[in-house]
């Protein structure tokens, strides 16, 4: 009988690198009883699932520990926390550029002039000794840790050219390597951080406390003791800290951290409200439905701060590249002693090489991204999506609640054999409980002539044909033409081909397989569609291609509006066997729906991308990319924000490679000395840093 295991989410400390999260990585798995690991950098974590009989936390921590992190106690809330890492990183960072740029201008001036030497040479080499070990003891420790684990990281090789310096009695040098060695240090962890800053800004939103009200009385209390079902109370300017209903009250609320949507919308008794939003004006009742990480809001934070985990194939061939990478510097630097006999130019070699920025280089920019497009209501759920989107050549699209407003209304009715009224009373009977915007349009049309619905027995919907019921015995139907079966008769009502040749959407009506009616629906198409569509195309994106389950007519009327080919009358698998067969073809295709009946088909795509996806469980998960509003002006911004990545990515790797190229090359020749290639490890850092924070600011 197989054991049962449990999930754990341990905060992880000290990690700077994508090469830190692969030795907890290793670390942790080793464990017995661990079934899988991921460590995601951006949010300082670990997720872990275990076989509890096998392994605990403690033994998860001494893991960590081993590897040369730590398991913090998180005491203070996200919020206070990230103030304080912020307050600290800009004071670190002042006093760091200074130093690092003194000290840099001293030694650069210094080995030019030839003063430097002479300068060193007045300190006795005890004092040298003492500062080497006081200030590379965490470097040394961490070193003789991956060593012992048989690893061998970017300070390895740094230290083995610090210890050729001190056998061959350059002391400052070596102090000087040291000094530039923990430089490099801080530089990979202020970048890192200002990475992680979208993602710890997002999280310092989550609400924690709630106003809850228990028998007319109201008190503040965390927002874990919150459970669905709850009444909360909520009073103008604060944040709402829950999903739930409005049951009473009338608020004006400010939906910019979930939407990105500047415009607040209004909030009355019936209006699903989101945690981590405001009510700006008015007071709310609300019914929780949802607390915590089953927010809407925090379903975001969690599939964020796990994008990392869907890692872009540019970021796989970075690692691979870097794992490679140490190795091939430890062949130069050998073969540099063996033509040139000069421990100098070997040691050179061995401080120049920057491993750390080829593994910086990919995962600074995605996770740059990715923060700050879930700030303005994009949600995307890793690197690999951002780079499969910038390559995409292919864009199809649903119609009902994506190229439309998903808010159909019947505009005309034909009955034949009974009344209007009789018609709209059985449609409207039979689609009583479908979610279905037809639906809802077939419901509003009887309400707004006070016709009263009759119970329905035996429903049953059929995706992409219609419903079906009993109603007084009588076994009632509404759909479209396959669904009824009568296409030979239908094609010769004058009444159909009227209706029809409109480009509106057709519910047929039968009772017990004889016809009674038809009603018409027509929707409304988003007025921003136009503009993006012309967006996308000046972007590249040239086969754009309507899929939709209504006929040809319809589909032709709106293909025609916005200027693209179509696809009519399909079933969903008949939209997830297209996906496949432009994916034959070699094509790059990204499906947009509004994720509910187009769920397969976002899937089978190579980017699904979701319209409106806010409140949607199934569009949030089935979709790669979430939208959380309705607007089509967010698809041809995040293909912008996908390819603008890529770029950075790849001016990241390039500057990188050309970086270390010319620096091995100039200390194997002899003309970078130790002293300056310790200086010039610690650059590129700094320059990934300041490419990578163009997408942290980008709008």
Known sequence: MASSTQTLEVPIAGMDCTECTLHVQHAIA??????????????????????PAQVDLLAISDAVKGAGYRVPDRTLPPDRSSALQRGYSRQVLTL?????????????????????????????????????????????????????????????????????????????TAAIVVFFMRVGDYAERFTTERARRAVKDLTALAPQTARLEENGVEHEVPIGQVQPGDVIIVRPGEKI????????????????TITGESLPVEAGPGVH???????????????????????????????????????????????????????????????????????????????????????????????????AAAKHGLLIKGGKYLEALAQADVLLIDKTGTLTLGQPQIVDQVAYGISLADLLQLAASVERYSEHPLAQ????????????????????????LGVRARINGSVITVGNRRFIGQADTLSVLPDIERLEAQGQTLLYVTKDGQLNGVLAAADTLRPEVPAAIEALRSLGLHHIELLTGDNERTAATLAQQIGVSYRANLLPENKIAIVKEYQAQGHVVIMVGDGVNDAPALAQANIGLAMGAAGSDVAIEAAHIALLRDDWTLVPRVLQIARRTMRVVKSNLGFTIGYNAIGLTLAALGYLPPVLAAAAQSLPDIGILANSSRLIRQK
């Open 30 to 51: 080793a464990l017995p009883g661990v079934d899988q690991v991921d460590v995601f950098l951006a949010s300082e974590k670990a997720i872990v699932r275990f076989d």
């Open 96 to 172: 760091f550029g200074v130093v690092f740029f003194a000290v840099l201008f001293i030694v650069v001036i210094g080995e030019g002039l030839g003063v430097f030497a002479r300068l060193t040479e007045l300190i006795p080499w005890p004092i040298w000794s003492i500062v080497i070990v006081a200030a590379g003891l965490p470097i040394f420790r961490n070193v003789i840790r991956a060593t012992l684990h048989r690893q061998v990281i970017s300070h390895t090789l740094m230290t083995l050219g610090m210890l050729a310096a001190v056998a061959v009695g350059e002391w400052a």
């Open 241 to 256: 800290p829950v999903d739930g209903e409005v049951i009473d009250g009338q608020a004006t609320i400010d939906q910019a």
């Open 273 to 371: 409200v989101y945690a981590a939003t405001f009510a700006r004006l008015g007071s709310l009742r609300l019914r929780t439905i949802h607390v915590g990480s089953d927010t809407t809001f925090g379903r975001v934070i969690k599939l964020v701060e796990e994008a990392e985990a869907q890692r872009a194939d540019v970021q796989r061939v970075a690692d691979k590249f870097s794992a490679y990478y140490l190795p091939v510097v430890a062949g130069i630097a050998a073969l540099t002693f063996l033509i040139s006999r000069d421990p100098l130019a070997t040691c050179a070699v061995l401080v120049v090489a920057c491993s750390c920025s080829f593994a910086l280089a990919t995962p600074i920019a995605m996770l740059a991204s990715i923060g």
């Open 441 to 464: 349009a077939v419901r509003a049309a009887a309400q707004a002539q006070n016709i009263p619905l009759l119970e329905p027995h035996d429903f049953e919907a059929l995706p992409g």
